[in-house]
């Protein structure tokens, strides 16, 4: 709005255009004038007032109808009327139409004039600030009101997050319960099977174990036979008790390696439905994994449930595969375990046989010769591998007879005393005549010829 402020003076007489022209200028007012009301509405419709000052009676257009007109352009400028008719029926219709103020034409008209400018010239400040600030208070309402809806977008996509946030932490709260179940299971069942050495009661461990932790209605364990190319069930016998590897799901498994799920069997080709043995069960869902020693198949473990049970989850596998890996362990430590007693049986019976031939050795040295034990020994291997020959021998049982009574009534010393003389007098009569002494027995005495 410019500093200087402007108003338009419309009259059609010419001299009260200038009288009113005049007296705005002397208080500082910048004056454009018009002749008619057309002129006028063209003027405001090219320039900014901030007070239009009008006649009532003019040609073209009358002040009436200018004022109608001016607050179509501009609703708030104020249209102060100055006329001569100074009937109430006109003034009325004049401020209905919206006239600001309304003057008659006497000999203050120009005083009056302007006081009214000035009042009207304030009350539109005071409209256009109002207007400008209404018009700010809208557009932050606006701007508000469209924080306020974003803000509940973002609340209500919150509000979802966090719901979806909540389920997923539930889950993952209680697939981390499952899991350490699990883990506990599987730490528990491999602790218990680690303890078992014997083969048998660990293998029926084994399957127990992995019904309870799949928590299955079947498991079986395939042993690889190297020799046969086959799997075997230990303990059974019979048709279904060996699979050729390939054949089966089973054989499948073994000759591949790899773990296997299968949510519908009967709808698998691998799947044999001979081998339900059990009439009241019908398999479903199968999980089949390999028995691995490093990167060789020792065997195959399965299990199954039936259409009444949940079907296995890939993590159901997953948790298969970590339990034979304890099971695959367990079964080669077991395996590891009779090979080394057999070994120590083994051992052990031949340090018994030793321990007996030193003592033979040791015996038989009392009665030969040394060089003869020693070549003995030096040449074992071919005295062993030679043939073999019939001798003729004597044997010689001999005992002091009423030994008994005589040891009843003798002291101890004496007894010693007396055996030690007869068994000298007895071997040297033996050697004497080409025998050998093989032993003593209290009072008896045994002698080969």
Known sequence: MPEQPNVLVVDDNALVRRMLSKALESEGYAVTSASNGLEALERVSEQQFEAVVSDMDMPEMDGLTLIGEVRKLNVDLPVIVVSGNDQLDVVIEAMKRGASDYILKDQDAQTTAVLAVQKAREKYRLAVQNRLLTEELRKRNEELEALNQENT????????????????VAEATEEIRARLTETRALNRVASAISSVMDVEPLLRLIMDAGR??????ACSLMLFDDAAQQLYSPGETGEGSRVKIGEG???WVAKTGEPLR????????????????????????????????????????????????PLFLEKDLDTLVSFSHHAAIAIENARLYEETKRQAEELRGSMERVRWLQLQRDKLGKYVPKSVIEDIERNREQALAATTRTVECTILFADI????????????????????????????VIEGNNGVLDKYMGDGTMAIF
């Open 212 to 217: 309870e932790v799949m928590e299955a209605d």
């Open 249 to 251: 799901i089973a054989g």
């Open 262 to 309: 299968i949510d519908d069997a009967y709808n698998d080709p691998r799947f044999d439905p001979a081998s339900e043995t059990d009439g009241d069960f019908r398999t479903k869902s199968v999980l089949s994994v390999p028995l691995k020693i490093q990167t060789e198949v020792r065997g195959v473990l399965q299990v199954a449930k039936g259409a009444d049970k």
């Open 153 to 168: 977008r973002l609340v209500h996509r919150l509000s979802r997050f966090n719901e979806d946030l909540q389920e997923k």
């Open 401 to 428: 007879e009423g030994f008994t009574r005589i040891s009843e009534s003798s002291e101890p010393t004496t007894l010693v005393r007396m055996l030690n003389r007869y068994h000298s007098v007895t071997h040297e």
